[in-house]
């Protein structure tokens, strides 16, 4: 004979048993309740109004108005570092916006010198070329093309330091340093002007791409050489596996109230011999875009450059 024992506890037994434990449950609940409501608030401040704060200032940077707001000290590790970025790129943005401004000024005040001198030219040809002999027509003709062969000049420059901006980083591009400075030596040397180097043989292999090499080391020597220098020395060093080197010359180097603007794009001393003020802007470009750099160092004769590269490692 089967048998079955069913057990079961009523309903009312049930709720009986809540009912007597409904100050514990109550406080479970309110308990439950109060992390949540913590947890709310933590979470806003170190999370949420940080990042609508940070959403506002971006709204506002786009609008070229914006501030970089404070890092609230209340915000997550992470939202920390991303308002540190944040100050980085608006800083650069900054930075960059100033240098347009600065740049276009310089650019419509360079251009415009050009532009008014053939339209001097135009207008009094125009007005009086049949009480002119020929030779006051040339006279004004030659200016004119002068005027235009300059802004053909700088048009040209203007292309190549966009091209140097624009320029990717490339780690894997090694360029001999020694060979570029073989090429240019045997094609600037003569009686009247040197081209010097010491290069270490550990040192001679640096990424940039050859072209960039080769402009920006032209640069240095042109530069000489409208200054009236007659030598220019190449040294290199190793600085904390970097390559450094030291561009000096024997010319009558850089007056101190031009020290400061010296990299400054249309900027130059030998405009009356078609300097553009573009080559040394082109050359810091060039080497930006290596992660390179380049600096006026003080001297006490001559001219003083220094470079920095990085070395290629094979």
């Known amino acids: 004979m089967v048998g079955v024992l069913l057990l079961s506890r009523s309903a009312r037994s049930l709720f009986k048993g809540l009912y007597e434990d ?13 992390i949540l409501i913590v ?18 200032a971006t709204r506002s940077l786009a609008t070229g108005r914006g501030t970089i707001p404070e890092t609230p000290q209340t915000a997550a590790v992470e939202i920390q570092g991303l308002y540190a970025d944040f100050g980085r790129m608006a800083t650069a943005i ?5 240098y347009l ?18 339209r001097g030219a135009l207008e009094i040809l125009s007005d009086h070329a049949d009480e002119m002999s020929a ?3 040339r006279r004004f003709l030659n200016n004119a093309d002068a005027d235009a062969a300059r802004l053909s000049l700088l048009v040209s420059r203007l292309l190549d330091l966009a091209r140097a901006d624009m320029s990717p980083v490339d780690p894997n591009v090694a360029t ?9 030596a ?17 040192l001679c292999t640096v990424v940039i791409p050859e072209a960039s090499l080769d402009a920006v080391l032209s640069t240095f020597i042109g530069n000489s050489r409208q200054a009236g220098a007659s030598m220019i020395r190449f040294e ?20 101190a109230a031009d020290r400061e603007r010296i990299f400054e794009p249309f900027f130059t001393t030998h405009r009356a011999i078609g300097g553009s003020g573009l080559g040394l802007a082109i050359a810091r470009s060039l080497l930006g875009a290596s992660e390179g750099e380049v600096s006026l160092a003080v001297s006490e004769t001559g001219a003083v450059f220094e470079v920095k590269l990085p070395i290629f490692l094979a």
């Open 176 to 184: 001999n340093l020694r060979a570029v400075l073989d090429r240019l």
């Open 135 to 137: 030779e006051e027509r």
């Open 186 to 202: 045997d094609a600037h040397s003569d009686d009247s002007f040197r081209v010097l180097f010491d290069l270490p043989d550990d």
């Open 22 to 34: 409904r100050g514990k449950i109550l406080i479970g609940i309110f308990g439950i309740l109060a």
């Open 236 to 255: 290199a060093t190793n600085v904390q596996g970097n390559l450094a080197l030291r561009i000096s010359d024997n010319g009558p180097g850089i007056p």
């Open 39 to 56: 947890l709310s608030g933590v979470l806003s401040r170190g999370i949420v109004r940080p990042i609508e704060a940070l959403g506002r």
């Open 94 to 98: 900054d930075r960059r916006s100033r």
């Open 101 to 118: 401004r600065d740049f276009a000024h310089a650019m419509s005040h360079e251009f415009k010198t050009p532009l008014t001198g053939i």
